[in-house]
């Protein structure tokens, strides 16, 4: 008897990682606003839609980084410093995630959208 482990390798093939591309928020405006003239609403709508038309999903990440220069905000109660970005040697940044599922789909997105991501 096949276990449905292998009868889905078989049937789908070598299952591979795909990657995900962190880009900053103004990117993905710039990106988005380009996407919405060539496709409708509803692709941006729906996440099952926009994976099978775009090749990708959107996830907004928020994390704390590090950074390397000193606390400008010594002596400011804890409340404030986390309200305004700032703890602890670390920055709050906001960033989008756009996970692909495609990898034909994920190279045309690299080709079409390098100067926005490298510029």
Do not use: C
């Not at 591309?21 to 405006?29: A, E, P």
């Not at 040697?89 to 190279?107: C, P, Q, V, W």
């Not at 080709?111 to 510029?119: A, I, Q, R, T, V």
Request: charged share 30%; proline share 3%.
């Amino acid at each position: 008897m096949v276990s449905a482990l292998e009868f889905m390798t078989h049937v789908i093939g070598i299952m591979t990682k795909m990657p995900t591309l962190k880009i900053t928020v103004n990117q993905w405006q710039r990106i988005r606003a380009d996407l919405h003239t060539e496709h409708p609403k509803s692709v941006f709508m729906l996440k099952d839609k926009m994976r099978k038309v775009l090749g990708f999903t959107v996830r907004e990440h928020q994390e704390w980084v590090p950074d390397k220069e000193a606390d400008p905000r010594e002596g400011f109660d804890l409340f404030s410093v986390q309200n305004d970005g700032w703890y602890k040697g670390k920055r709050h940044e906001h960033s989008i995630r756009l996970d692909f599922y495609n990898e034909r789909k994920y190279t045309m997105f690299m080709l079409k959208y390098s100067e926005y991501l490298n510029g």
